[in-house]
């Protein structure tokens, strides 16, 4: 798994935590996930290209590094990749945006598209793409290979938990891209979710379970 990366910080393990208790309010966790999004943005963004620009401080004029948020692209797994978004923009708020739209079939656990926009130029640009669970894979895999239709520069995965079954679709289908993830849970179960997980992402950061 050379190209998984676990983000074990501290205060992303903490967060983690919290979340993952079933009498996490609404409001909690949808708080938390913004925070421990923000969290792993400085991870998965720790390798990205700079800039030189020339600028003026107080006393002189310097050369100084910048990163150019334009040529990024957060790509969001609708509707739940949705509660990673914020915090990743609260890093990089220059960074464009893109959205997948996927679901589940219920009885296959195939990922049927339903939506698709994204930003002009593609190719220019890096790509990372946040979905809160990589459970049985099928959704990141299908919304990479969508992705790479566009040949962007790169593209990276981010997701709170993943499982082995997860990581394996992903292997299998996607080599070349790497995975951040806060954790990697024991396994499925028979209806697709991550065990011990934390529920339904989507359910929990919109209140709809």
């Known amino acids: 798994m050379s190209n998984v990366h676990l983000i074990d910080h501290p205060l992303v393990q903490h967060k983690l935590t919290l979340m993952r208790r079933k009498d996490a309010s609404t409001n909690t966790f949808r708080r938390l996930l913004n925070e421990l999004s923000s ?3 400085y991870e998965v963004t720790r390798d990205m290209a700079m800039q030189e620009i020339e600028i003026e401080t107080p006393l002189e004029t310097m050369r100084s590094n910048v990163i150019d ?9 609708l509707r739940a990749g ?10 990089v708020p220059g960074a464009r945006v893109g959205h997948v739209g996927l679901y589940r079939d219920p009885k296959t656990l195939v990922a049927v598209e339903y939506y698709f926009k994204m930003p002009s ?4 640009r890096d790509i990372i793409v946040v979905d ?9 895999s299908a919304a990479v290979e ?3 239709e566009l040949n962007p520069k790169s593209i990276k995965f981010v997701c709170l938990l993943t499982c082995p079954e ?15 993830t806060a954790a ?12 011990p997980g934390l529920g339904d992402a989507g359910d929990r950061i919109f209140g709809t379970k």
Request: aromatic residues 4%.
């Open 132 to 140: 809160p669970m990589l459970a049985t894979g099928n959704s990141a």
């Open 82 to 91: 949705n509660g990673i978004l914020e915090g990743m923009l609260n890093i």
């Open 69 to 77: 948020g334009k040529k990024l692209v957060f790509v969001s797994i």
């Open 166 to 180: 997860g990581i394996a679709t992903m292997q299998k289908e996607h080599p070349d891209v790497p995975i951040y």
């Open 146 to 148: 969508r992705l790479k």
């Open 121 to 124: 130029e593609m190719h220019e």
């Open 184 to 195: 990697i849970d024991r396994q499925l179960n028979e209806h697709g979710y991550i065990l």
């Open 39 to 41: 969290l792993m943005a």
